[in-house]
């Protein structure tokens, strides 16, 4: 099993709406969480971390851990057709998931 | 300030042959990561560097995959004899420390084995 685990895409939202990526983990020590963007052809780009349990606001982006339930998600408020990409999740070191499709449909 | 930095940009070479590709880290960031990317794949972890310690190895898939970081700052990846299946990007990305802060991402390497 994966030690981190991103739920299956792709995910399509229109323009404007909330767009909701979610990412579990197996390791309960985990204490720090990113979130990537990757546009087509292009590498990883950080976006968001959180090391606590909570939300964690930035502009449209809000990063939400949930260490009970060892999840953790990003939510895109207001979602723009420039928002489309790849969104890797990442546990501490090495764990990357494979990658949420989304895609804001004007 | 400069980020991490990746050359060739793009290599395309003949199967059989050797390749290597190079990482010029951010400055000061001790921790150095290899990944490999396929096309429409999620990154796939090759090795790892963290100061002087020794690398993990861990994620190499074959004893022709090798690696080498000179002087705790730039890394060289190597593969001999390449394959087809070899075909992707490769994406050097450091941090500040290992573990638990952000990797920063070179705008890695297309690799073509024709």
């Known amino acids: 099993q994966k030690e981190v685990e991103q739920n299956s895409g792709p995910l399509s939202v229109p323009e404007g709406a909330i767009a909701s990526l979610n990412c579990t983990y197996s390791?309960?020590?985990?204490?720090?969480f990113f979130w990537y963007r990757q546009y087509s052809g292009k590498s990883p780009e950080l976006i968001m971390f959180?090391?606590?349990?909570g939300d964690k606001e930035d502009g449209r982006f809000t990063a939400q851990l949930n260490k009970a339930s060892q999840y953790v998600s990003l939510l895109i408020r207001d979602s723009q057709p420039s928002d489309s990409a790849t969104y890797l999740c990442?546990?501490?070191?090495?764990?990357f998931g494979s990658g949420t499709q989304l895609t804001v449909l004007p | 300030g400069a980020g991490v930095s990746q050359s060739p940009s793009n290599k395309v070479t003949e199967k059989g042959k050797d390749v290597e590709l190079r990482c010029d880290p951010i400055?000061?960031?001790?921790?150095l990561y290899w990944y490999r990317q396929s096309l429409g794949q999620g990154l796939e972890f090759l090795i790892y560097?963290?100061?002087?310690?020794?690398?993990?190895k861990s994620g190499l898939p074959s004893d022709r995959f090798s690696a080498e970081r000179t002087g705790g700052s730039v890394s060289t990846l190597t593969i001999q004899r390449t394959q087809q299946e070899d075909s992707a990007v490769y994406l050097c990305?450091?941090?500040?420390?290992?573990?638990?802060?952000?990797?920063?991402f070179g705008p890695g390497t297309r690799l073509t084995v024709t």
């Open positions: 990442a546990g501490p070191g090495l764990t």
């Open positions: 400055s000061g960031h001790t921790a």
């Open positions: 390791d309960r020590g985990s204490q720090s």
């Open positions: 560097f963290q100061g002087n310690s020794a690398p993990d």
């Open positions: 959180i090391y606590s349990n």
């Open positions: 990305a450091s941090s500040l420390e290992g573990g638990t802060y952000e990797q920063y």
